[in-house]
């Protein structure tokens, strides 16, 4: 069965610091989810896009975070600088088709720890 | 923000026993869905049920939504230790990506 794959699966950095996390979705998911999620907390959406195109950034700190989807396939979510309170699981998930009925499918997420 | 909130927070039960889990949100919905997510892992779709559906079965889920009160409920049957989990309903408005409750912590004891 096909899975959005994600990596790394764990990261430690030290504050001031640049991080990366790489994202591939499900073949031929056009709508990829980039979430934040607490530890205790549900996840919060942080960006989403359709194709290569960014539908909705409103949430993302974006004076330190950015988000692409070049070629509308893989997708990377950089923080720089990080903070403590970066903190937090980051989930991926993507979407195949049109509509208000079709699922989610989230990837393993990674785990993020800012000393 | 959190759209949904889900009630309670946390629950403890014995295996084979029944596990209720509520959610309630706050705006107009086009359907609502429920996750399950282990420790540490990403969330597995288990349910949808659409705003004009009033409950919903899978295997030993059963979902009820009701739009008028805003709420939904999660019954898992027979519960198994494996069932333990966080569990999250999340609702879909068609206007931007999912928006999900806060979580019930799920302990089922063997």
């Known amino acids: 069965e096909a899975e959005v794959a994600q990596s790394p699966r764990y990261k430690i950095t030290e504050k001031s610091q640049a991080v990366a996390f790489w994202c591939d979705p499900i073949s031929g998911h056009a709508t990829l989810y980039w979430y934040r999620q607490i530890l205790g907390q549900g996840p919060e959406l942080l960006v989403q896009f359709q194709d290569e195109s960014v539908v909705d950034d409103s949430q993302l700190p974006k004076d330190r975070f950015s988000a692409e989807r070049l070629k509308g396939v893989d997708s990377t979510l950089k923080i720089q600088p990080a903070e403590l309170g970066d903190s937090a699981m980051y989930l991926c998930a993507s979407k195949g088709l049109a509509g208000p009925t079709d699922t989610q499918y989230f990837g393993p997420g990674t785990r993020l720890t800012v000393l | ?110």
Not at chain 2, 5 to 24: F, H, K, R, V
Not at chain 2, 44 to 70: P, Q
Not at chain 2, 75 to 89: G, N, V
């Open chain 2, 1 to 110: 923000s959190q759209q949904g909130e889900e009630d309670p927070q946390a629950l403890s039960i014995q295996e084979g026993e029944n596990a209720t889990m509520n959610c309630s949100y706050k705006t107009s919905i086009n359907n609502l869905q429920w996750y399950r997510q282990n420790s540490g892992r990403g969330l597995v779709h288990l349910i949808l049920i659409r705003s004009n559906e009033r409950e919903k079965h899978s295997g030993r889920l059963r979902v009820t939504l009701d739009t008028s009160k805003k709420s939904s409920s999660l019954l898992i049957t027979a519960s198994r230790a494996a069932d333990t989990a966080s569990y999250f309903c999340a609702t879909d408005t068609g206007r931007r990506a999912l928006t999900f409750g806060s979580g019930t912590r799920l302990q089922v004891q063997p």
